[in-house]
């Protein structure tokens, strides 16, 4: 060899994984640095991607999580060994659970010494561990293969029925060198890795059979149909065969709330009296009472989108399953639907108007009874209206009278701009679905939060106001998990379901540099929001509620078993 030979360029891990994840344009990482995953951060900054630091992993978790729902390209969030990814799992556990695609890609601990439990530094051998919690989790041994392993993993989370996917780093991988010319070629962009999956034709033939002798027809819309983007398509299903529609609470927007055909304000009636009912990614758990009497008819037939083929019976006898897309699905059945085949009766389509006028009627009242103090009629209310004169804004929603009131009363109008608590109705979820609902659309959010809910993510306000995010964060401060006026019978403790009354989350966001706004009536709500949105700024409102509004679990009191401690 020539004396004067270059030395090869190299790369090493930090790099690779790095231009692996740009190569299949995933262009935002959500995360938390430390050993051994900080340079990765630094390397993603260097190559123009945007890294979102946060200050637990869970939250940021949950934000890579909704950008893969609202994307449909897998969420990325990037944690450290032992305690930052077991902080990450419950975010990665929680995806996969609501069907969202995300890859938490972890560092780990040096095998050989974890695999002996000799007691490495942050030891924990974390493939074992998320496995249960993951879609698929996949460990890379050699940087070379680190291509491989990020096309398993983006395929593992957006194909078929979307999860979360767990890949292991271990620091050695991340701080190997090769030649460079060798990593590249190593590295490649995985071909259509969420392939379209069609009916068959029979299924749809099946299903429009069903549907052609149903006389109180009606379409449940779910998440899944949220995520499949099939917005035109499912509108045109619901006019062109004028059938009832349902929406999920984040399948909400994908038609109107205020369209005609919406049976929302009358859901008891529709499951309770529907003959021919349409799930589309909608799946027949605890949120749809399981499928069975007395919520629902014991005659009612299902038709059932989906794309996981296991889903199907899974709580009471599909009679048409199409296993497919639910895009891919609602054009087949489009494409073979006759004019005038489906029918749904006169009686019916009164009924549910009848029942929605009253609900409404009733609701109206609520909302407008101006109570003092505010209870959570006044201040959703008040929402309602400054976000009727928005476009594009997000809601994020949890707590549970918060977000059981923030779904019936918050109207949405445009799809995909609902994020909530989701199949787990889990707390914590907040503040990573609207930093990743404003950092992946550039569009407001506002994030309709109870105060315990809050609690779980609000050390996120940093986050949100070092990113200089457009987040108005509205927390229901009622000093309480559920209501606020629990007294201890027991001891001089506080009570359980206890907060603190005194509280002001104003002032948290103040620390930060937000603009904390106090708000105890529904018109300071109002006029406190309407300026927060109008900044576009980081700001928090402190919304108070009457402490004695709600109940005990919002609107899940039957599933919340009772002893004769509780208050009456
Ligand atoms: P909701 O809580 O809104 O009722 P679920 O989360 O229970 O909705 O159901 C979502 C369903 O959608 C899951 O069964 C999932 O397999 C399915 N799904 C997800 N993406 C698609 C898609 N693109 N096409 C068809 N089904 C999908
Ligand atoms: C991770 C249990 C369900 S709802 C809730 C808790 C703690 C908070 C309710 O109080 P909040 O709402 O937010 O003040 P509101 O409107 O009624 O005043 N831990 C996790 N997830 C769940 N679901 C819980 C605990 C729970």
């Given at each position: 060899m020539s004396s004067t030979a270059r030395p090869p360029e190299m790369t090493d891990g930090f790099h690779l994984i790095v231009d692996a994840l740009r190569l299949n344009d995933l262009s935002t990482i959500y995360g938390l640095v430390g050993i051994p995953i900080t340079d990765v951060a630094r390397a993603a900054q260097a190559r123009g991607m945007r890294f979102i630091g946060f200050r637990q992993e869970q939250a940021a978790g949950h934000a890579a999580a909704a950008a893969g729902f609202l994307t449909r390209r897998p969420g990325v969030c990037l944690t450290v060994s032992a305690p930052g990814f077991l902080n990450g799992l419950v975010a990665l556990a929680n995806a996969t659970t609501n069907c969202f695609p995300m890859i938490q890609i972890s560092g780990s601990s040096e095998r050989e010494i974890v695999d002996l439990q000799?007691?490495?530094?942050?030891?924990?051998d974390q493939l074992a561990a998320a496995r249960p919690f993951a879609k698929a989790a996949f460990r890379v041994?050699?940087?070379?293969?680190i291509g491989a392993g990020v096309a398993r993993a983006i395929r593992g989370a957006v194909s078929g029925r979307p999860g979360g996917v767990y890949l292991d780093l271990p620091a050695k991988v991340l701080g190997a060198t090769i030649d460079a010319e060798v990593g590249r070629a190593s590295l490649f962009k995985a071909v259509d890795p969420a392939p379209s999956q069609l009916a068959t034709p029979e299924s749809i033939d099946r299903a429009l059979r069903l549907l052609a002798g149903a006389e109180r027809p009606l379409i449940v819309l779910g998440k899944g149909a949220a995520y499949a983007q099939a917005d035109e398509e499912l509108r045109e299903l619901v006019e062109s065969t004028g059938i009832p529609f349902l929406p999920m609470s984040m399948a909400k927007g994908l038609l109107p709330?205020?369209?005609?055909?919406?049976a929302a304000a009358a859901r008891s009636l529709v499951l309770k009296d529907a003959d021919v009912v349409i799930l589309v990614g909608?799946?027949?758990n605890w949120l749809l009472?399981?499928?069975?009497a007395p919520r629902w008819s014991a005659e009612c037939r299902f038709i059932q989108v989906d794309?996981?083929?296991?889903?199907?019976?899974?709580n009471r006898p599909i009679a048409?399953?199409?296993?497919?897309d639910v895009k891919a699905a609602t054009r087949q059945l489009l494409a073979a639907l006759r004019p005038g085949q489906i029918t749904p009766r006169r009686a019916w389509l009164d009924a549910i108007d009848a029942k929605k006028t009253e609900n409404v009627q009733r609701m109206q009242a609520r909302l407008a009874a101006d109570a003092a103090p505010m209870n959570f009629y006044g201040a959703l209310r008040a929402i309602r209206d400054v976000l009727a004169?928005?476009?594009g804004t997000f809601v994020v929603n949890e707590g549970a009278n918060t977000l059981d009131f923030g779904r019936d009363i918050l109207p949405m109008h445009?799809?995909?701009?609902r994020l909530d608590c989701?199949?787990?109705?889990?707390?914590?979820?907040g503040m990573g679905y609207a930093i990743a609902a404003a950092v992946e659309s550039g569009r407001s959010v506002v994030a309709v939060e109870g105060d315990s809910a809050f609690?779980?993510?609000?050390?996120e306000l940093e986050t949100i106001c070092r990113y200089e995010l457009p987040i108005v964060v509205v927390v229901f401060n009622n000093g309480g998990v559920y209501k606020g006026d629990e007294v201890n019978r027991f001891s001089s403790d506080p009570a359980p379901t206890a907060l603190l009354r005194t509280s002001r989350y104003d002032k948290l966001i103040e620390a930060f540099g937000g603009a904390g706004y106090y708000a105890a009536d529904p018109e300071t709500v109002a006029s406190s929001l309407r300026e927060a949105l109008a900044s576009r700024k980081p700001a928090l409102v402190d919304c108070v509620i009457d402490p004695t509004a709600g109940t005990e679990s919002g609107h899940l009191t039957d599933l919340n078993p009772q002893s004769p401690l509780r208050p009456a």
């Amino acid at each position: 060899m020539s004396s004067t030979a270059r030395p090869p360029e190299m790369t090493d891990g930090f790099h690779l994984i790095v231009d692996a994840l740009r190569l299949n344009d995933l262009s935002t990482i959500y995360g938390l640095v430390g050993i051994p995953i900080t340079d990765v951060a630094r390397a993603a900054q260097a190559r123009g991607m945007r890294f979102i630091g946060f200050r637990q992993e869970q939250a940021a978790g949950h934000a890579a999580a909704a950008a893969g729902f609202l994307t449909r390209r897998p969420g990325v969030c990037l944690t450290v060994s032992a305690p930052g990814f077991l902080n990450g799992l419950v975010a990665l556990a929680n995806a996969t659970t609501n069907c969202f695609p995300m890859i938490q890609i972890s560092g780990s601990s040096e095998r050989e010494i974890v695999d002996l439990q000799q007691g490495d530094y942050e030891e924990l051998d974390q493939l074992a561990a998320a496995r249960p919690f993951a879609k698929a989790a996949f460990r890379v041994d050699r940087p070379e293969d680190i291509g491989a392993g990020v096309a398993r993993a983006i395929r593992g989370a957006v194909s078929g029925r979307p999860g979360g996917v767990y890949l292991d780093l271990p620091a050695k991988v991340l701080g190997a060198t090769i030649d460079a010319e060798v990593g590249r070629a190593s590295l490649f962009k995985a071909v259509d890795p969420a392939p379209s999956q069609l009916a068959t034709p029979e299924s749809i033939d099946r299903a429009l059979r069903l549907l052609a002798g149903a006389e109180r027809p009606l379409i449940v819309l779910g998440k899944g149909a949220a995520y499949a983007q099939a917005d035109e398509e499912l509108r045109e299903l619901v006019e062109s065969t004028g059938i009832p529609f349902l929406p999920m609470s984040m399948a909400k927007g994908l038609l109107p709330d205020d369209h005609p055909q919406s049976a929302a304000a009358a859901r008891s009636l529709v499951l309770k009296d529907a003959d021919v009912v349409i799930l589309v990614g909608a799946r027949l758990n605890w949120l749809l009472a399981h499928g069975r009497a007395p919520r629902w008819s014991a005659e009612c037939r299902f038709i059932q989108v989906d794309i996981s083929p296991e889903e199907i019976d899974s709580n009471r006898p599909i009679a048409a399953p199409v296993v497919a897309d639910v895009k891919a699905a609602t054009r087949q059945l489009l494409a073979a639907l006759r004019p005038g085949q489906i029918t749904p009766r006169r009686a019916w389509l009164d009924a549910i108007d009848a029942k929605k006028t009253e609900n409404v009627q009733r609701m109206q009242a609520r909302l407008a009874a101006d109570a003092a103090p505010m209870n959570f009629y006044g201040a959703l209310r008040a929402i309602r209206d400054v976000l009727a004169e928005q476009d594009g804004t997000f809601v994020v929603n949890e707590g549970a009278n918060t977000l059981d009131f923030g779904r019936d009363i918050l109207p949405m109008h445009e799809p995909r701009k609902r994020l909530d608590c989701g199949t787990w109705g889990v707390m914590g979820v907040g503040m990573g679905y609207a930093i990743a609902a404003a950092v992946e659309s550039g569009r407001s959010v506002v994030a309709v939060e109870g105060d315990s809910a809050f609690g779980f993510s609000g050390m996120e306000l940093e986050t949100i106001c070092r990113y200089e995010l457009p987040i108005v964060v509205v927390v229901f401060n009622n000093g309480g998990v559920y209501k606020g006026d629990e007294v201890n019978r027991f001891s001089s403790d506080p009570a359980p379901t206890a907060l603190l009354r005194t509280s002001r989350y104003d002032k948290l966001i103040e620390a930060f540099g937000g603009a904390g706004y106090y708000a105890a009536d529904p018109e300071t709500v109002a006029s406190s929001l309407r300026e927060a949105l109008a900044s576009r700024k980081p700001a928090l409102v402190d919304c108070v509620i009457d402490p004695t509004a709600g109940t005990e679990s919002g609107h899940l009191t039957d599933l919340n078993p009772q002893s004769p401690l509780r208050p009456a």
